[in-house]
T-cell receptor, first 115, second 110 residues
Framework: GAVVSQHPSRVICKSGTSVKIECRSLDFQATTMFWYRQFPKQSLMLMATSNEGSKATYEQGVEKDKFLINHASLTLSTLTVTSAHPEDSSFYIC???????????FGPGTRLTVT | EDKVVQSPLSLVVHEGDTVTLNCSYEVTNFRSLLWYKQEKKAPTFLFMLTSSGIEKKSGRLSSILDKKELFSILNITATQTGDSAVYLCAVGYNNNDMRFGAGTRLTVKP
């Protein structure tokens, strides 16, 4: 069965609104989760590392005030796209490493469309 | 329910071996299947497949899609330790939906 879930699987929102994407680790607790965004030509970019109980670590060029990450518990991380614009339309995917960091499990992804 | 299943979940081989990774899917209105290689944190794009039976090749890596049986395979020949990574399969379907598999972790031992 699925190890990592994401909700919603797809969302359409209006420009200027905020949208929250959830990533849940179903089988084990995770102090770390990763958020990715898919760009044209199929490349995946690491956006940030979500850390339970502390601030997320953002990759260079990713606006922390725009992409708010909250690792609320050991099984849940949320990514909130604030004041969304059409250029934020993309596919967002999270991944969860296991406790030994030997396996990494990917969620099914969330398609965001900003109109 | 739309789903993408990769197998095996993990695989350990020795240098020089040939490996075959599998990705099966059940989606509505299939559009494309993509393979990625993930090392450390950032996946890199390998192939995109849209047509059955046409092999895509890049060096020691090749991939083919079977739209009748709903699966794709990724082959790696003469494996090297640098091939150790998680290999991800993703399927595009409907208008612009996409779903990722859980990945296959490949470990190549010297």
């Amino acid at each position: 069965g699925a190890v990592v879930s994401q909700h919603p699987s797809r969302v359409i929102c209006k420009s200027g609104t905020s949208v929250k994407i959830e990533c849940r680790s179903l089988d084990f607790q995770a102090t770390t989760m990763f958020w990715y965004r898919q760009f044209p030509k199929q490349s995946l970019m690491l956006m940030a590392t979500s850390n339970e109980g502390s601030k997320a670590t953002y990759e260079q060029g990713v606006e922390k005030d725009k992409f708010l990450i909250n690792h609320a518990s050991l099984t849940l991380s949320t990514l909130t796209v604030t004041s969304a614009h059409p250029e934020d339309s993309s596919f967002y995917i999270c991944s969860v490493p296991d406790a030994r960091d030997t396996e990494q499990y990917f969620g099914p992804g969330t398609r965001l469309t900003v109109t | 329910e739309d789903k993408v299943v990769q197998s095996p979940l993990s695989l350990v081989v020795h240098e020089g071996d040939t490996v075959t990774l599998n990705c099966s899917y059940e989606v509505t209105n299939f559009r494309s299947l993509l393979w990625y290689k993930q090392e450390k944190k950032a996946p890199t794009f390998l192939f995109m497949l849209t047509s059955s039976g046409i092999e895509k090749k890049s060096g020691r890596l090749s991939s083919i899609l079977d739209k009748k049986e709903l699966f794709s395979i990724l082959n790696i020949t003469a494996t090297q330790t640098g091939d150790s990574a998680v290999y991800l399969c993703a399927v595009g379907y409907n208008n612009n939906d996409m779903r990722f598999g859980a990945g296959t972790r490949l470990t190549v031992k010297p």
